[in-house]
């Protein structure tokens, strides 16, 4: 797809945040006409730009119509990781949820497959119904890359020392993670950040969450660890919220951005479906520690 049909055919925007600034990273794509179906979008294409940008969302776009046509337009982009439920996760509040990505809860910024023998390099999400702006359940979006080249030397000196243990158990596993906070992206020459961000503190209403432990700093260092790591991942020129509309696609990269979800208004009809594609040399997890 060259520039000329880009120009002539779409509006090629960048992703604005809360304060009305343009964030350092990522790019909305609406069509001029309507009637354009996202599967007219060649999948080699939008692969190259979420390689460029980090994150892509399509809007105004005609959108899939079922998980099967999501699957099938997706299995163009690349390898797509299997779960035990099958390619698509439903994600919808579940009335007897026992862990938070099925409740209403706020989800702390994360990277997806840390528990999982494979990482998936891409995230692909569907709105399939979105809820007003006034019911919450923006996703969040923080670009690791764009928070190192902004921290300060002290900031990454103390980020450079420090390793994540975190531990998890859900109905499809029970696994710790290990990963340094500061490592190299696994298919290119640039940092990035590995961090599972901890709940807030005494939060008892939280399902489920991580056990976390931070190794290569002394004790009283962990306060200002997470403190300086959170500052720099929800600065707003790496901090992007993304209020949904319905036919909604965003395309992400799992290696290089952290991801989490605002609380929602229980029973308002939020559903986004969400499926993993691995990288062109899918990546067997460095972090996963191995049972003894």
């Known amino acids: 797809?060259?520039?000329?049909?880009?120009?002539?055919?779409?509006?090629?925007?960048?992703?604005?945040?809360?304060?009305?600034?343009?964030?350092?990273?990522?790019?909305?794509?609406?069509?001029?006409?309507?009637?354009?179906?996202?599967?007219?979008?060649s999948p080699t294409w939008l692969r190259t730009l979420v390689e460029n940008q980090q994150l892509v969302i399509l809007?105004?776009?005609?959108?899939?119509?079922?998980a099967?046509?999501?699957?099938?337009?997706?299995?163009?982009?690349?390898?797509?990781?299997?779960?035990?439920?099958?390619?698509?996760?439903?994600?919808?509040?579940?009335?007897?949820?026992?862990?938070?990505?099925?409740?209403?809860n706020y989800v702390p910024l994360h990277w997806d497959g840390m528990y999982l023998k494979t990482v998936p390099e891409l995230q692909v999400f569907q709105c399939v119904s979105a809820i007003g702006e006034e019911q919450g359940g923006?996703?969040?979006?923080?670009?690791?890359?764009?928070?190192?080249?902004?921290?300060?030397?002290?900031?990454?000196?103390?980020?450079?020392?420090?390793?994540?243990?975190?531990?998890r158990a859900v109905e499809l596993y029970s696994s710790t993670a290990l990963a340094p906070i500061i490592e190299q992206h696994p298919?290119?020459?640039?940092?990035?950040?590995?961090?599972?961000?901890?709940?807030?503190?005494g939060d008892k209403a939280f399902l489920n969450p991580s056990t976390y432990h931070f190794s290569g700093i002394e004790p009283e260092e962990q306060e200002q660890l997470l403190s300086s790591l959170q500052h720099a991942l929800y600065d707003p020129r790496v901090y992007?919220?993304?209020?949904?509309?319905?036919?909604?696609?965003?395309?992400?990269?799992?290696?290089?951005?952290?991801?989490?979800?605002?609380?929602?208004?229980?029973?308002?009809?939020?559903?986004?479906r969400r499926v993993h594609i691995h990288a062109k040399q899918p990546l067997n997890n460095p972090h996963l520690v191995q049972p003894s």
């Open 1 to 41: 797809m060259d520039s000329f049909t880009l120009e002539d055919r779409f509006d090629y925007q960048p992703l604005i945040n809360s304060q009305g600034e343009t964030c350092h990273f990522g790019v909305r794509i609406e069509p001029k006409q309507s009637g354009v179906h996202i599967g007219e979008l």
């Open 59 to 66: 809007r105004g776009f005609d959108s899939f119509t079922s």
């Open 68 to 104: 099967e046509n999501l699957t099938t337009y997706c299995e163009a982009i690349g390898d797509i990781m299997q779960w035990p439920f099958g390619a698509v996760l439903e994600l919808v509040e579940q009335p007897d949820a026992t862990d938070h990505i099925f409740a209403n």
């Open 138 to 167: 923006r996703t969040t979006f923080s670009s690791t890359t764009a928070a190192l080249r902004l921290a300060s030397p002290e900031t990454k000196a103390l980020w450079q020392r420090a390793t994540g243990q975190y531990q």
């Open 187 to 201: 298919y290119r020459t640039y940092p990035v950040i590995r961090f599972c961000e901890p709940p807030i503190a």
């Open 240 to 272: 992007y919220a993304h209020q949904w509309q319905s036919g909604d696609i965003a395309i992400t990269d799992n290696y290089s951005l952290l991801h989490g979800r605002e609380s929602y208004s229980s029973q308002s009809g939020r559903h986004l």
